[in-house]
């Protein structure tokens, strides 16, 4: 912090471009901060990854967040019934394991209170209620400005060194245009599963699923669970896998085979064993991708869905298998096929997008089209001009621990090498207090 304070009283005091754009800066917002080390914008699993890193490395940060609390998808926008789908060994956070106390899947409960403790045990306080609206490297003075909007409009600039964009993958819905959707609304009702909590409110409905992924599957378990009539829109191919395998997860088997055997092999036993073990999911209307799921995975980042009890409700005929959507009436679905069903609700499984388009001025890094990092995994991490994101390797928690200790190591040699050039200097060319 006092070689920061140092080097900021030398700009002022030797380059008159930055004391312009300084003043500029004042007059544009209420408050300026200037910050020592990175802003992080987002404080869910990937930001508060990345802030203890860097703590535990001497580097201080600023976390913005646009809600009231940590991991605020996690605690705000998931469903009651929700599980890690991954053992807790691959989803544990940098520095701080789960407690052994834990089941192998922690429930959302456990999970958020794992991720409280992180941030109490890293000291970490991140500044709530700051949506940023806009970020952009200034390069008349070599730095980041980071412009964020309070509760009461008002505005604030940060202004770093180094900026962590930590937003993730799942910063905002994806909600489909489907034709009807008003007219349908008139008599039923549409959701995003972001606003689903349980199956409890959709007792005796019909509720049409729209979407086949991990969440989309899920659903329709909950809502068998509260003898609700659930039905599930399958619009393309879908690997299903059995969480477990020979007594393992599915995905620790899948990284232990990886070891030693080539992907395309070890797509090949696990779709042998999920054959043996789930049977044909063909004859059940989930036609399987060309490609095998890791391959795939690693291809597109589309994940395989591990089944927690859905296909078995599919085979009894609990849930069941529809279509693409064509448009919506009052209380009416009409499918691709020409089927026409009445339902009294539909849940868009329809998954996040990032949106860091809408506020990050800079397009080398980032691609305007999706939101993610235009170099493929695992070099997406760093950008140019102090410029890093961490969490959108579509890889879940295991890929943002891995961004996070590359970004505090990177940080932390340039965080070295400017104290060590700044202490070099004669005390006499430095600003007296």
Known sequence: MENYSREMEGKRAHDPLFNIELKKMNKSSQRCVCV?????VGAGPSGLAAAACLKERGVPSIILERSNCIASLWQLKTYDRLRLHLPKQFCELPLMPFPSSFPTYPSKQEFIGYL?????????MPTFSQTVSHAAYDETIGLWRVRSVGLKEETTEYVCRWLIVATGENAEAVLPEIEGMKEFEIGGMIKHTSSYKSGDEFAGKRVLVVGCGNSGMEVCLDLCNFNARPSVVVRDTVHVLPREMLGRSTFGLSMWLLKWLPMRLVDRLLLLMSRLMLGDTARLGLDRPKLGPLELKNL???????DVGTLAKIKSGDIKICPSIRRLKRHTVEFVDGRMENFDAIILATGYKSNVPSWLKEREMFSEKDGLPRRPFPNGWKGE???????????????ASMDAKRIAEDIERCWKADAKHLTAFPRSLLPQS
């Open 385 to 399: 001009s102090g410029l890093y994101a961490v969490g959108f390797t579509k890889r879940g928690l295991l890929g």
């Open 36 to 40: 020592p080390g990175p802003v992080i």
């Open 116 to 124: 409280e403790d992180y941030a109490k045990k890293f000291d970490l």
């Open 300 to 306: 597109s980042g589309k994940t395989p869905v591990l």
